[in-house]
C-alpha cells in the first residue's frame, strides 16, 4: 500500500473517531498494538504540542512525536511502535509567551468503528506530510466517504491474480485545485500522488481537501525578520546611535521621523564617524524611521525601536 493512501486513511480515520479539544485528546487502540492519538485545536496560539508515553500515568513519559505544525485544527498521529495497548499517552502543549500545560494521561480505548485498512509502520507518510494534508473541519460524511473512494482509486495496487476480462473504463474523475478564490488546474484522480508529492516535499504549502472534489492550495508566508541598519541603531541602553566611518569626508544629515512618516528633527552636518543621540530626544519608546543624505542624495531609508525602560 503506497504512502498516500495511508496519510489519507490516517485522516479519514482520524476524522470519523471523536476528537476531543485541547488539552484534552482522543486515544483509540486498532489491534497490534497500533494507537491512534487525535485532538481538536482551538487554542489562539499554539507554539509546540509534542505526544508522550509511558508505562506509568504519572512518571517516565518521553516524547515519541513533536508536531511539525502545532496549528493545524484538527490533527493526530498513528503510533505503531508501542510495546504494547495498554501504555499510557498525554500531551505536552505550549502556549503563547512561554506557558505549558500537560494533558491528564490516559490509556488508549478499544476502537469499535470498522477499520478502513491496514498498514504497516514502515508505509506511513512522513511526519510534516501528515501534518499539512487536511481535511476541512465542514466536510459532510457523504463527502469524506466519497473523496476516501477517490483517493482509494488513485493509489490502490492491482493484486497479482488471474487476469479476467477487462470491464467497460470507467469516466475519469478529476479534482479542481484551487489557491486562494482562483481555480488553477483541473487534476486527474491518478495523477494525485504525484501532485502530492510536488507540494509536500518540494514547497512549504498545505493541501486541504474543501470537500469531495476540490482542492484548496494554501501558500506558506514566512514571517518577516527584522535586519537593523548598520548605519542608525540601538545600542543596550536603547539609545540611538549613528555610526558613518567616512563622515569627515562626506556631508551627512540623518533626518528622524515617527513611524508614521511624521518629522521629528534631524542632524545636520554630521561630522563624528560615532555618534550617541540620547532617547530622550524622542520622547516615548516604539518605532521610529530615520533617512540618511550623503551629499545631498538619499543613502538609506530604515526604521529602529526604543524598548521601554
Same mark, same amino acid.
Given at each position: 500500500?503506497?504512502?498516500?493512501?495511508?496519510?489519507?486513511?490516517?485522516?479519514?480515520?482520524?476524522?470519523?473517531?471523536?476528537?476531543?479539544?485541547?488539552?484534552?485528546?482522543?486515544?483509540?487502540?486498532?489491534?497490534?498494538?497500533?494507537?491512534?492519538?487525535?485532538?481538536?485545536?482551538?487554542?489562539?496560539?499554539?507554539?509546540?504540542?509534542?505526544?508522550?508515553?509511558?508505562?506509568?500515568?504519572?512518571?517516565?513519559?518521553?516524547?515519541?512525536?513533536?508536531?511539525?505544525?502545532?496549528?493545524?485544527?484538527?490533527?493526530?498521529?498513528?503510533?505503531?511502535?508501542?510495546?504494547?495497548?495498554?501504555?499510557?499517552?498525554?500531551?505536552?502543549?505550549?502556549?503563547?509567551?512561554?506557558?505549558?500545560?500537560?494533558?491528564?494521561?490516559?490509556?488508549?480505548?478499544?476502537?469499535?468503528?470498522?477499520?478502513?485498512?491496514?498498514?504497516?509502520?514502515?508505509?506511513?507518510?512522513?511526519?510534516?506530510?501528515?501534518?499539512?494534508?487536511?481535511?476541512?473541519?465542514?466536510?459532510?460524511?457523504?463527502?469524506?466517504?466519497?473523496?476516501?473512494?477517490?483517493?482509494?482509486?488513485? $493509489? @490502490? %495496487? +492491482?493484486?497479482?491474480? &488471474?487476469? *479476467?476480462?477487462?470491464?467497460?473504463?470507467?469516466?475519469?474523475?478529476? =479534482?479542481? /485545485?484551487?489557491?486562494?478564490?482562483?481555480?488553477?488546474?483541473?487534476?486527474?484522480?491518478?495523477?494525485?500522488?504525484?501532485?502530492?508529492?510536488?507540494?509536500?516535499?518540494?514547497?512549504?504549502?498545505?493541501?486541504?481537501?474543501?470537500?469531495?472534489?476540490?482542492?484548496?492550495?494554501?501558500?506558506?508566508?514566512?514571517?518577516?525578520?527584522?535586519?537593523?541598519?548598520?548605519?542608525?541603531?540601538?545600542?543596550?541602553?536603547?539609545?540611538?546611535?549613528?555610526?558613518?566611518?567616512?563622515?569627515?569626508?562626506?556631508?551627512?544629515?540623518?533626518?528622524?521621523?515617527?513611524?508614521?512618516?511624521?518629522?521629528?528633527?534631524?542632524?545636520?552636518? $554630521? @561630522? %563624528? +564617524?560615532?555618534?550617541? &543621540?540620547? *532617547?530622550?530626544?524622542?520622547?516615548?519608546?516604539?518605532?521610529?524611521? =530615520?533617512? /540618511?543624505?550623503?551629499?545631498?542624495?538619499?543613502?538609506?531609508?530604515?526604521?529602529?525601536?526604543?524598548?521601554?525602560?
Amino acid at each position: 500500500m503506497t504512502r498516500i493512501l495511508s496519510l489519507a486513511l490516517l485522516l479519514l480515520s482520524i476524522n470519523t473517531l471523536a476528537q476531543d479539544t485541547l488539552p484534552r485528546f482522543s486515544a483509540f487502540a486498532r489491534g497490534n498494538d497500533k494507537v491512534i492519538i487525535g485532538w481538536t485545536n482551538t487554542y489562539p496560539t499554539v507554539s509546540q504540542i509534542s505526544i508522550q508515553r509511558s508505562y506509568d500515568s504519572l512518571r517516565f513519559f518521553k516524547t515519541i512525536l513533536t508536531v511539525p505544525d502545532p496549528t493545524v485544527p484538527q490533527n493526530g498521529y498513528l503510533d505503531a511502535k508501542g510495546t504494547n495497548a495498554k501504555m499510557f499517552y498525554r500531551l505536552f502543549i505550549v502556549l503563547d509567551s512561554g506557558k505549558y500545560v500537560f494533558s491528564k494521561s490516559q490509556r488508549p480505548t478499544w476502537d469499535t468503528i470498522r477499520q478502513i485498512g491496514t498498514q504497516r509502520p514502515e508505509t506511513m507518510p512522513e511526519n510534516n506530510a501528515r501534518q499539512r494534508v487536511v481535511i476541512a473541519e465542514n466536510m459532510a460524511p457523504k463527502e469524506a466517504e466519497i473523496l476516501k473512494e477517490k483517493i482509494q482509486e488513485a $493509489v @490502490k %495496487e +492491482t493484486p497479482k491474480t &488471474v487476469e *479476467k476480462p477487462k470491464p467497460a473504463p470507467e469516466p475519469e474523475k478529476f =479534482f479542481v /485545485i484551487k489557491r486562494r478564490d482562483s481555480i488553477i488546474m483541473q487534476l486527474p484522480t491518478k495523477s494525485l500522488r504525484k501532485f502530492r508529492d510536488s507540494i509536500i516535499l518540494r514547497t512549504r504549502d498545505t493541501m486541504t481537501f474543501r470537500n469531495a472534489d476540490t482542492i484548496l492550495i494554501k501558500p506558506f508566508i514566512p514571517k518577516p525578520v527584522f535586519k537593523p541598519s548598520r548605519f542608525v541603531y540601538t545600542d543596550n541602553r536603547g539609545d540611538v546611535v549613528i555610526a558613518l566611518p567616512d563622515a569627515r569626508s562626506k556631508s551627512y544629515t540623518v533626518k528622524f521621523f515617527e513611524d508614521d512618516t511624521t518629522p521629528l528633527f534631524e542632524v545636520k552636518q $554630521v @561630522k %563624528e +564617524t560615532y555618534l550617541v &543621540v540620547d *532617547k530622550t530626544n524622542f520622547f516615548h519608546s516604539g518605532w521610529f524611521r =530615520f533617512e /540618511i543624505i550623503e551629499d545631498g542624495k538619499e543613502k538609506e531609508q530604515h526604521r529602529f525601536f526604543i524598548p521601554k525602560d
